[in-house]
């Protein structure tokens, strides 16, 4: 198809305005030198925009493309801030493709185009808008210096785009067409325009379920049909789209002597998902870094200890606290880096909150004499704290680390690639007093070699990389981001790194590394803005590359509803990579979601147990990817959530709030939909068409009977809600148009519901999944009457409109459970109709 990487040249089309000698045809020239080289709106108050017409049809790539860059030698109160750009083939009809923002600086800055629809159909484009939303001053008049474009120009690759793309606008737009006619009951058109276009509107099995709701009636094929469905993988998407709900077990467990790992935060855990072994180490127990090692193993539910104090064996780690562990399969090896233990004086507030396992005092530390106390400015440099422990043979091994890796280094994050046997250790603080701040480094395991990970564009790379985390110090100073999470993602071989604190600040943001091109984009500059959790700190997080799904534990954040230095634990979130930028979610427990589907009036049991891990960070997890089951240990929480903060001090340092140390050890399981639980859904609403349409057509005693013995049988009668919801379904009883009418005070309506026989259970029904379980009315309101047509009366008896239209609202309400590929459109042809008006 060509290359992503072909520069795009282009022209202005059109602007809103322009000031004198600030000309829109100034952005063609990258002169940053020059103060009058930019394109500048002629005031503050209206709504601007810039429209490029590139000289050919192009796509315009995901991976880099697109260079918007605010180049003035200094900041700039007229700088464009937050923007949004559309793309389309005439300036008519375009499509928002990216909203983001610029930093106030002369570094380029590079963003990713959108260039694929929903459906996964790449498509062209001919004009670019640019639409400036805010500038870093008030009441300025916006900026742009300089707009560059990267994608594919060859003429034979975009024709083929723009083909499939045409064809698959064709192919959407007879969809819509057979949707509407079928909705509204022309089936003959619809059957005609089926047959002679060959166009598919659904996957087979959701026509033959259609046909036996709608058009036969036919209630038990239709049960039939969902079964080969979800067979068929139909239920997939929306399964893996169904929120989780987090189900926790305490682990009692011991070694053979009764004992377990000690109350500790800063500790390091890692997991051998093989064998089935969980390993521990180090931490600070409040009062000294440790250095015992523990195993834990999973089936045999019992921990071991491995080593009550490493520093006394050959080549081992001494205590330590704020290191990071990691476990190689490919070897049964375990790396451990970083420390920072007892003589480790916090420089910072920030730090020094960052480390809340060691004390602030001198009174609490080790007993030194005064003279004799290390400093950062004073303390010669450490030998390197790099170690690597041979599982089998239960033997450590102290690894050098040459010139180009990182100095002794705590509350950074590391990661092993087993693979390709390269170790990635990003940011955190380092303990020598010309390198406090720490970057991106990569150890090869083969080779013994560090490196300091650079781009082949230093300077793009530099300002786009990792919070800023700056790789050049000797050009500017580097920046400081402990605190903050690294995830490895082994299919796609990419680093995401988020959240942390800089500067005293707590981060929102997050970035994507990716291994192969040595390459950082900027996924979210604040991921609470996108529904995500709000900016956090020491935070936990674990990955499961099958569900595509980060699992985020714990941590601190900024509690600005009470008092702006106050903190606060964050819950537990899940954030789904599936698709740019992906989606967030909040991870409830399942006791949560079972006391806001409760009655108002109900209360939760007051017996004083909890069923859950209350708040903390400087925890650790792990995640075993076989078994879907995350572990967490110990860690940090606030003795009380409501007054806790940390303040500052006089001496600018922070007082600790009351803490507690914990040495709680949990086990963790998402307890998602099944399909049997969507096929249970689905038929409880087939089940409650039957049941109206027997009302009308039958004696009411009858209807009662399968009611009670048939419809009964497909709800969750534990929910409250559904079983309201159920009830509810006897007021179709005193339809006027039922063959015998009956009373409401009838002796025959006080009948008792069986509720033993109910089936499946419902974990994960949303309130607005329970509307659609509520009797179904008519579309109603159509100007345009439809009745029955000739292929109709081939197929069943006369059908009124009503019972029609309630028909295709019961399959219509099943198809939100269907993959997208498989069904008709979302959407309706009346829509198109208000872009008319």
């Known amino acids: 198809m060509g290359t992503s990487s072909d520069v795009i040249e282009y022209t202005i089309h059109d602007c809103s305005s322009f000031s004198t000698n600030f000309h829109p045809e100034n952005i063609l020239v990258d002169n940053p ?154 089936l003959t058109p619809y059957n005609s325009i089926l047959t002679q276009s060959g166009v598919r509107l659904e996957h087979p099995l959701v026509t033959q379920l259609y046909e036996s709701i709608v058009l036969t009636g036919d209630w038990d094929k239709a049960e039939t049909i969902l079964h080969d469905i979800s067979v068929a993988g139909l239920f997939d998407q929306y399964l893996k789209s169904s929120h989780p709900r987090a189900v926790w077990r305490k682990l009692h467990d011991t070694d053979v002597n009764g004992d377990i790992p000690s109350v500790r935060g800063g500790h390091a855990m890692c997991i051998d998902t093989k064998r089935g072994y969980i390993y521990l180490f180090g931490g600070w127990d409040g009062h000294k870094s440790l250095d015992d090692f523990w195993r834990y193993d999973i089936k045999k539910q019992r921990w071991a200890i491995i080593s009550t104090n490493t520093s006394l064996e050959l080549n081992a780690p001494g205590p330590r606290s704020c290191h ?56 010669p440099m450490p030998s390197p704290e790099f170690y690597r422990y041979h599982c089998e043979h239960n033997k450590w091994e102290h690894l050098d680390i040459d010139e180009n890796g990182p100095r002794t280094i705590f509350d950074h994050e590391m990661i092993i690639d087993s693979e390709s046997q390269i170790l990635f250790v990003f940011g955190g603080r380092a303990g020598e007093k010309k390198l406090d701040y720490s970057g991106l480094y990569s150890y090869d395991v083969h080779l013994k070699k560090w490196c300091l990970l650079q781009c082949r564009n230093s300077i793009s790379f530099r300002c786009r990389i990792l919070s800023d985390i700056e790789f050049f110090p000797e050009l500017i100073p580097p920046l400081f981001l402990p605190g903050h999470s690294m995830i490895f993602e082994p299919t796609s071989r990419q680093l995401y790194i988020f959240a942390g604190e800089r500067e005293d600040r707590f981060l929102s943001d997050m970035y994507i590394y990716d291994i192969a091109t040595n390459n950082a984009t900027e996924v979210f500059s604040n991921f609470t803005s996108s529904g995500g959790p709000q900016p956090c700190f020491l935070q936990r997080a674990v990955v499961d590359p099958s569900l595509q799904e980060i699992y985020i534990f714990g941590g601190l954040i900024h509690d600005r509803a009470t008092h702006p230095r106050s903190l606060t634990e ?79 001090g006089n001496d600018g340092l922070s007082e600790e709030a009351p803490m507690k140390k914990l040495s709680d050890f949990w ?9 049997s639980e969507l096929i249970r859904r689905s038929a409880y609403l087939i089940r409650q068409q039957q049941f109206k349409e027997m009302c009308k057509t039958q004696a009411p005693v009858q209807s009662l009977i399968h009611l009670q013995n048939h419809v009964s049988q497909v709800v969750n009668h534990d929910d409250p809600n559904e079983t309201q919801l159920f009830r509810s379904l006897l007021t179709h009883l005193l339809d006027p148009s039922s063959p015998v009418s009956m009373s409401p005070a009838s002796p025959s309506m006080g009948y008792a519901v069986n509720a033993s026989e109910q089936l499946g259970s419902l974990e994960g029904l949303e309130t607005s999944d329970l509307q659609k379980l509520s009797p179904s009315q008519g579309q109603g309101g159509l100007e345009i009457q439809t009745s029955e047509g000739p292929y109709e009366k081939t197929l069943r008896p006369t059908l009124s409109q009503a019972s029609f239209d309630q028909r295709t609202k019961t399959f219509e309400d099943i198809l939100e459970f269907i993959s997208d590929d498989a069904k008709q459109p979302a959407g309706s042809l009346l829509d198109l109709v208000d872009d008319f008006l």
């Open 570 to 648: 964050s819950s537990d979130w899940l954030y789904r990579y599936s698709s740019r930028p992906g989606k967030w979610e909040k991870i409830h427990t399942l006791e949560e979601h079972q006391n806001r589907s409760a009655p108002p009036s109900s209360s939760p049991p007051q017996d004083g147990t909890r069923e859950n891990p209350p708040p903390r960070f400087a925890h650790q997890v792990v995640y075993d990817p076989d078994s879907k089951t995350v572990y967490l240990h110990g860690g940090t929480m606030m003795v009380d959530s409501d007054f806790a903060k940390l303040r500052e």
């Open 324 to 379: 990071k562990m990691v476990y190689d399969s490919k070897t049964d090896c375990i790396y451990i880096l970083g420390r920072l233990h007892d003589l480790d004086e916090p420089a910072t507030r920030a730090q020094s909150r960052n480390a809340e396992i060691v004390p602030t005092s001198s009174s609490q530390r080790m007993s030194v004499a005064a003279d004799e106390t290390p400093t950062l400015s004073s303390r």
């Open 667 to 675: 086990k963790m399981t998402l307890r998602r939909l099944s399909s």
């Open 33 to 186: 030198s020059n103060s009058k080289s930019r394109w500048t709106t002629q005031n503050s108050e209206s709504v601007h925009w810039i429209l490029l017409r590139l000289n050919n049809l192009s796509i315009l790539s995901t991976l880099c493309s697109f260079n918007l860059n605010s180049q003035s030698s200094a900041a700039n109160a007229c700088n464009m801030k937050e923007f949004k750009v559309y793309i389309g083939i005439t300036p008519e009809n375009m499509t928002q493709v990216l909203h983001s923002s610029l930093k106030n600086d002369s570094i380029r800055e590079s963003f990713s185009i959108r260039h694929h629809n929903s459906a996964g159909h790449c498509f062209p484009t001919r004009f670019i808008k640019i639409e400036p939303l805010s500038v870093y001053g008030q009441s300025f008049s916006t900026s742009i210096w300089h707009v560059s474009l990267t994608g594919i120009i060859n003429e034979a690759s975009v024709e083929e785009v723009k083909r499939d793309y045409d064809q698959f606008r064709e192919t959407r737009v007879m969809q819509h067409i057979l949707k509407h006619l079928r909705q509204r009951r022309l």
